[in-house]
């Protein structure tokens, strides 16, 4: 299992990132998949979740902002972050499960001014 995240960066508060990850060794299709991200010294924060025919389930932290999506054509996740906090600084995970045990190596985001 490989997962492959990109797309972080510095942004501003209220500004807007899309993050990307790109899957392979397994049959993407067949899992629902997550979006996870931690912050230094904490767990793993769950935030969203995409079915494996896009119905989707967002953390009450993220509801409103965030939009989880996928390609499966492509074995490819998406999360679009818009109006961007500075509580929303964290390592970003896409992930295979909820938890974040399957995980790939996270792309990192940074709300600040």
């Known amino acids: 299992v490989q997962l492959a995240e990109s797309g972080g960066g510095l942004v501003q508060p209220g500004g807007s990132l899309t993050l990307s990850c790109a899957a392979s060794?397994?049959?993407?299709?067949?899992?629902?998949m997550y979006w996870v991200r931690q912050t230094p010294g904490q767990g793993l924060e769950w935030i969203a979740t995409?079915?494996?025919?896009?119905?989707?389930v967002y953390a009450d932290s993220v509801k409103g902002r965030f939009i989880i999506s996928r390609d499966n054509a492509n074995n490819s996740l998406y999360l679009q972050m818009n109006d961007l906090k500075p509580e929303d600084t964290a390592r970003y995970y896409c992930?295979?499960?909820?938890?974040?045990?399957?995980r790939g190596q996270g792309t990192q985001v940074t709300v600040s001014s």
């Open positions: 060794g397994f049959t993407f299709k067949d899992y629902w």
């Open positions: 992930a295979r499960d909820r938890t974040g045990e399957t």
């Open positions: 995409v079915t494996r025919i896009g119905g989707t």
